[in-house]
């Protein structure tokens, strides 16, 4: 009856809080990640002596035109996670305004 939700944008901008978060809300003894861990030339936070996915060469950035699209595209999925994350969470890893639509 509790589900944790991660963002990606938060996971990327500090993913040793969001495993100890993860940990606590699991109740699990606290583990210290940081000296299992290195921040890669992406900036990417990487467990050591592993291969990652973060080490491959970055994704083009998105077109203009193919921002809105999506938006439009994942509005109703977006509403959806309202349930689980505040807005104003949303918009501080979206970076944009996130706001509840009425209902309908």
């Given amino acids: 009856d509790r589900i944790f939700v991660v963002l990606t944008e938060e996971l990327f901008a500090d993913a040793l809080g969001v495993m100890d978060h ?6 699990l003894p606290h583990l210290d990640y ?4 290195m921040v890669n030339e992406r ?11 973060s080490n491959k060469r970055p994704y083009p ?3 203009d035109h193919l921002k809105p699209m ?3 595209f994942f509005v ?4 959806e996670l309202l349930n689980f994350v505040t807005s104003e969470r949303l918009s501080k ?3 944009f305004q996130f ?4 209902p309908a």
């Fill in 22 to 27: 993860l940990q606590n809300f699991l109740g």
């Fill in 34 to 37: 940081k000296p299992l861990t």
């Fill in 43 to 53: 900036g990417f936070t990487v467990l050591k002596g592993l291969a990652s996915k």
């Fill in 61 to 63: 950035a998105l077109s």
């Fill in 70 to 72: 999506l938006a439009r």
């Fill in 76 to 79: 109703e999925y977006n509403q």
């Fill in 93 to 95: 890893a979206w970076g």
């Fill in 99 to 102: 706001q509840q639509s009425p």
